[in-house]
């Protein structure tokens, strides 16, 4: 009978590293030094067309000028929050910042025209024939 061979431990691989869950690894402090100090926010929700009017100061954040940059077209608060992986909160500081200093413009989302009721559109159409 032989004796059995001893084997050699090899070391663990490193486990790979996993990306952060959602709202882990956010650092709380710079959210803060984005928005500032809270205080009033301007009424925008998360269709509000936000669009550049003007070109960034030389004071302005990165955070800004990703926003000039991108509202160049009129893009919805929810695309720059999701863009700039924001939380809306802090985007609606930001923005309203950024309308005080008027530079950028908040635009109502453009609704769409209602169309005619069919059974109108029939009957026009039955008139047209019969002339």
Do not use: W
Request: glycine content about 4%; hydrophobic content about 40%.
């Amino acid at each position: 009978m032989t004796p059995p061979q001893r084997r050699r431990r090899e070391p663990d691989p490193e486990p790979t590293p996993q990306p952060p869950k959602e709202g882990e690894g956010k650092n709380p402090e710079r959210l803060y030094i984005i928005t500032g100090p809270d205080g009033e926010r301007a009424p925008l929700d998360l269709v509000t067309l936000i669009v550049a009017r003007a070109e960034p100061p030389s004071s302005a954040t990165p955070e800004q000028l990703a926003v000039l940059r991108m509202c160049r077209a009129p893009l919805a608060v929810a695309e720059v929050s999701a863009y700039l992986s924001l939380p809306f909160s802090v985007v609606t500081v930001l923005l309203t910042e950024m309308l005080a200093a008027e530079l950028v413009q908040a635009r109502a989302p453009i609704v769409r025209q209602h169309l005619p009721d069919r059974s109108l559109l029939e009957a026009v159409m039955n008139g047209l024939q019969r002339l």
